[in-house]
C-alpha cells in the first residue's frame, strides 16, 4: 500500500484540534498549522491548543433535556477529544460543563503532541493553501487572519460577513465580599457531581441596579477602528452595555435575573437583580462574571463592577474586551460534507462556517476531520442523520437555514434544529399522576424524546464506521 499523503489543517482551536484528532485516529496522517507561537491574535493569551478565549463554560451537559449536553454526548460517544478532555479538567459550575482553562488547553495540546500521525508547525498560513495541499482544512475560527481571509473573500466573490463576540471579567475570588454576596446555583438545582452552590451570587436592589444601568450606558466605550463600525453582534453573546441599551429591564431578564435564588445575609427581601460568578479554574481562585462580555474600556469597567455589592473591592485577573468574529455565506458556498464548493479540495471547519460556540465549533471539526480522512482513505462516509445533534448543526449550515432569509447567521446548537419528535415516542401523561403533560412539562416530554432517538441515531451512524475508525 501506497504511503498515505497528509491532510493540512490551518488552525489550532477547538475546530482544528478535534480535526486533527479525528483523523489521525482514523490512520491518516496530519499536519497542522497554528500561528500562535511566532503570530499573536488579539484575543488569545498563550500559544497552547485549543485555548479558550471568553467564557471557560461549554455550557449545559444535560444530554436529556439539553440541544448542548446532547452535543457534548455525541462527542463523547465519537472518541472526540475536547468534550472527554474537558471532562477530565471540570470545575464546579451546576448543571454545566465548566473546566479550568489553562488545565483544558495544556491537556489538549499533550495529547496532540505526543499523537504519532500529527505533526504541528508554528507558522502562519497567509493566503489560500498551495494547490499540492490537495486536503486541507482551514479551521482558523474567529480570529481568521486578514491575510488569509482576503485570500478566501478574493476567491469566493462573496463578502465575509463579521460580528463582534466579547470576553467577560475574571474576579479573584478572595477578593469577593462574602458577607454580601453568597454561594448557590438557581432552584438549587444540582450540577454533575451533586453541587447545588456552583455560582456566587451578588444581589442589587432597585436603586443598585438603576444607577448599575446608567454607568453602563453612559460608561466609555471601545473605540471601533472605521472597518468595523457596521459589524452586527451575534445576539446570543451581546455587551452588557449593548443590552441595556436596549431597556432598562432587559439585563433582569437576561444574565442579571434575581430568580430561584434566596440571600442568605437577608432572606426576607427579594433581590431586584443578580449578578453571578462562575468557578474560572480547577483551584477555584478565579471567577468569571457570567454573561457580563463587555466593550467598556478598563477604566470604565474597574470602576462600574466594583460597584457591584460584594465586588467593591474585586481584584481582576482579566478585565474584559472585544473582537471581531468572522465567518462564511456556508449555504452558498459550501457542500454537506462542509468542502468548498468551488475548491473542493478546501474544507473549512468551527466557527468560520457559522456555527457559534465552543462546542458546535469543535463538533464541525470533529464531522471535517472524519470527512477528510475517509476520502483521503476512499471510503464513504455518509452524514450523520438530521435527527442527531452533528447531523441538525451541519444540515442548518450548509442549507437548512431559513429559505429566502437575506443573511445567513450564526448558530448554536438547539432542539429547534432537529426534526420534530415522532409523537408516538413523546410522554402524554404524568406517570404518577396520571394527568396530561401541558405547558413546560410538555415541552420537556418532547426535548426528551428527541435526545434519545439522537443519542440512538449517533451510535447506529458511528457503528456503521467500525471498520474505518478505530475506537
Known amino acids: 500500500m501506497s504511503e498515505i499523503k497528509p491532510i493540512h489543517i490551518i488552525g489550532g482551536g477547538m475546530a482544528g484540534s478535534e480535526a486533527a484528532w479525528q483523523a489521525a485516529n482514523m490512520g491518516v496522517p496530519v499536519i497542522l498549522h497554528e500561528m500562535r507561537g511566532v503570530k499573536g491574535t488579539d484575543a488569545h493569551q498563550t500559544d497552547k491548543l485549543a485555548e479558550l478565549v471568553c467564557s471557560n463554560s461549554f455550557r449545559s451537559d444535560d444530554h436529556e433535556l439539553n440541544a448542548v449536553g446532547v452535543l457534548h454526548e455525541e462527542m463523547r460517544r465519537a472518541n472526540g477529544i475536547i468534550i472527554p478532555t474537558a471532562d477530565k479538567h471540570q470545575v464546579p459550575a451546576g448543571s454545566a460543563l465548566a473546566v479550568d482553562r489553562e488545565g483544558f488547553a495544556e491537556a489538549v495540546t499533550v495529547k496532540l503532541e505526543a499523537h504519532p500521525l500529527i505533526s504541528i508547525v508554528r507558522e502562519e498560513v497567509d493566503g489560500l493553501p498551495p494547490a499540492d495541499w490537495d486536503s486541507v482544512i ?67 436592589d432597585e436603586v443598585q441596579y438603576n444607577a448599575f444601568i446608567d454607568a453602563l450606558i453612559e460608561g466609555e466605550k471601545t473605540e471601533f477602528k472605521e472597518w468595523e463600525k457596521d459589524t452586527p453582534y451575534f445576539e446570543g453573546c451581546l ?160 442549507g437548512g437555514h431559513l429559505e429566502g432569509k437575506a443573511t445567513f447567521q450564526p448558530m448554536n446548537i438547539n432542539f429547534g434544529l432537529f426534526p420534530p419528535a415522532d409523537p408516538d415516542t413523546v410522554q402524554t401523561k404524568d406517570p404518577e399522576t396520571g394527568k396530561r403533560l401541558r405547558g413546560k412539562d410538555k415541552g420537556r416530554a418532547k426535548k426528551r424524546s428527541q435526545a434519545a432517538r439522537a443519542l440512538t441515531d449517533v451510535d447506529a451512524w458511528l457503528a456503521r464506521q467500525k471498520d474505518s475508525i478505530p475506537a
Open 239 to 398: 455587551p452588557i452595555e449593548v443590552m441595556a441599551e436596549r431597556g432598562r429591564e432587559t439585563l433582569r431578564f437576561g444574565p442579571m435575573k434575581p430568580v430561584g435564588l434566596t440571600n442568605p445575609h437577608n432572606p426576607d427581601v427579594k433581590a431586584h437583580a443578580v449578578v453571578q460568578l462562575r468557578q474560572d479554574n480547577a483551584l477555584g481562585t478565579l471567577w468569571n462574571m457570567v454573561g457580563f462580555q463587555t466593550k467598556l474600556k478598563y477604566g470604565a469597567q474597574s470602576e462600574i463592577f466594583r460597584a457591584i455589592p460584594g465586588l467593591e473591592n474585586a481584584q481582576f485577573a482579566r478585565l474584559g474586551g472585544i473582537h471581531r468574529n468572522t465567518f462564511l455565506n456556508s449555504p452558498k458556498l459550501l457542500d454537506e460534507r462542509l468542502r468548498m464548493k468551488s475548491l473542493p479540495r478546501i474544507r473549512f471547519a468551527g466557527q468560520v462556517t457559522g456555527v457559534e460556540g465552543y462546542v458546535e465549533s469543535a463538533a464541525m471539526g470533529l464531522l471535517a476531520g472524519r470527512f477528510a480522512a475517509a476520502e483521503r482513505l476512499g471510503r464513504e462516509l455518509p452524514n450523520p442523520p438530521e435527527t442527531t445533534a452533528l447531523g441538525a448543526l451541519i444540515k442548518h449550515i450548509t
Open 138 to 204: 482551514i479551521a482558523t475560527g474567529p480570529l481568521t487572519s486578514l491575510p488569509l481571509a482576503e485570500s478566501i473573500r478574493a476567491h469566493t466573490g462573496e463578502e465575509d460577513l463579521a460580528f463582534f463576540d466579547a470576553i467577560a471579567p475574571i474576579v479573584y475570588v478572595d477578593s469577593i465580599d462574602m458577607d454580601k454576596a453568597w454561594r448557590q446555583s438557581r432552584y438549587d438545582k444540582p450540577g454533575p457531581h451533586g453541587d447545588t452552590a456552583a455560582y456566587i451570587n451578588c444581589p442589587l
